[in-house]
């Protein structure tokens, strides 16, 4: 069974950077959509960034062009979401979720529209940008 865990999260000023990492086990991460999602208060949880190991498509939120990236280590079964030029509007709640592609690729779009696309979740991490 996949287990995911977040850390990283903090108090960063606007214009700061963060990185969240995202560690895996219990399985490879080798296979696996990864989507990273963000629940500010009072919100739903929305898709902000979805990767595809399986065709390397990525989809990014408009909010986030440009200023968020995602990598992955392979060695580490980690994946990191890189942000950059943060903003008040981004804090939240950062959750990774895993979608298995051993079958084939997935519609990353249509993973990052909803939470429910995806099968694991890791317990989260607080992002929270403030002067």
């Known amino acids: 069974q996949l287990q995911l865990v977040e850390s990283g999260g903090g108090l960063v000023q606007p214009g700061g950077s963060l990185r969240l990492s995202c560690a895996a086990s219990?399985?490879?991460?080798?296979?696996?959509?990864i989507g990273w999602f963000r629940q500010a208060p009072g919100k739903e949880r929305e898709g902000v960034l979805c990767?595809?190991?399986?065709?390397?498509?990525?989809y990014y939120a408009d909010s986030v062009k440009g200023r968020f990236t995602i990598s992955r280590d392979n060695a580490k079964n980690t994946v990191y979401l890189q942000m950059n030029s943060l903003k008040p509007e981004d804090r939240g709640v950062y959750y990774c979720?895993?979608?298995?592609?051993?079958?084939?690729?997935?519609?990353?779009?249509?993973?990052?529209?909803?939470?429910?696309?995806?099968?694991?979740w890791g317990q989260g991490a607080q992002v929270t940008v403030s002067s």
């Open positions: 219990g399985s490879t991460l080798d296979y696996y959509a």
């Open positions: 979720g895993a979608e298995s592609e051993v079958f084939g690729p997935k519609d990353i779009t249509w993973l990052a529209a909803g939470p429910s696309h995806f099968s694991f």
């Open positions: 990767s595809s190991s399986s065709d390397g498509s990525t």
